[in-house]
């Protein structure tokens, strides 16, 4: 595995088995959930699925425009989730606001994709760096010490979705050649950073254990 990400994912699997410890021995401890009855797993799944089907292009603009159609649509589902069953304001503004983003980012990524046919030369680097950003996410996911509160799996969730989507958009500036893709990935990179961001401060204040 690649040095930049082992030492976080290594330090994920020492909280989860320090939190799993704790909640052993420990009646008031974090009350953790399988990972297979929790619904965001199952929405990160399905959207993982849909993704690895993607026909690619190797073309970088395309493949970048597809995926993160299906990568926006698996955060709305989650927020939509977020809004039917949460129950902290703060999650349900947050989740409000990512669907409204990134409904709009749908439409302007649909628009590219209906006016650009897959350009030449093929560029498959591309590729492998998405999927590898996708793998990540899930192993990041795996990790996590899902609780079966909604407010507190969304606001983690999000923040390993987030980190993905801003991958893919780093692998678009490096490898695209379209200025509106390119643009466009800059500014997924923007408010994601700001929504990981508060994500974060919400879950140091509404910690579990």
């Not at 190797?58 to 299906?70: E, G, L, R, S, T």
């Not at 006016?115 to 990790?143: G, I, T, W």
């Not at 969304?154 to 692998?171: G, K, P, T």
Request: hydrophobic residues 40%; proline residues 4%.
């Amino acid at each position: 595995m690649n040095k930049l990400f082992r030492f976080p994912l290594l330090a994920l699997a020492l909280t989860f088995a320090t939190l799993t410890t704790s909640c052993d021995n420990d009646d008031e401890g974090l009350e953790l959930q399988a990972h297979d009855d929790n619904i965001f797993m199952r929405q990160m799944h399905e959207m993982m699925t849909q993704m690895q089907a993607m026909t690619k292009t190797q073309d970088p603009d395309n493949d970048f425009a597809m995926m993160m159609k299906m990568h926006h649509q698996g955060a709305i589902t989650m927020s939509q989730e977020e809004l039917r069953s949460g129950s902290d304001t703060e999650m349900k503004a947050m989740a409000q606001q990512i669907i409204d983003k990134q409904q709009a980012e749908i439409k302007i990524l649909d628009a590219f994709l209906s006016s650009h046919p897959p350009q030449q030369p093929p560029v498959p680097a591309f590729n492998m760096k998405q999927m590898e950003s996708m793998e990540r996410m899930m192993q990041a996911n795996d990790l996590r010490p899902l609780t079966g509160n909604i407010d507190f799996d969304f606001a983690q969730l999000m923040v390993d979705h987030h980190r993905s989507a801003i991958e893919n958009s780093q692998a678009e500036i490096e490898y695209g050649r379209t200025t509106a893709m390119k643009d466009l990935a800059h500014s997924i990179i923007d408010e994601q950073e700001m929504e990981i961001q508060e994500l974060q401060e919400w879950l140091l204040e509404h910690k579990k254990y």
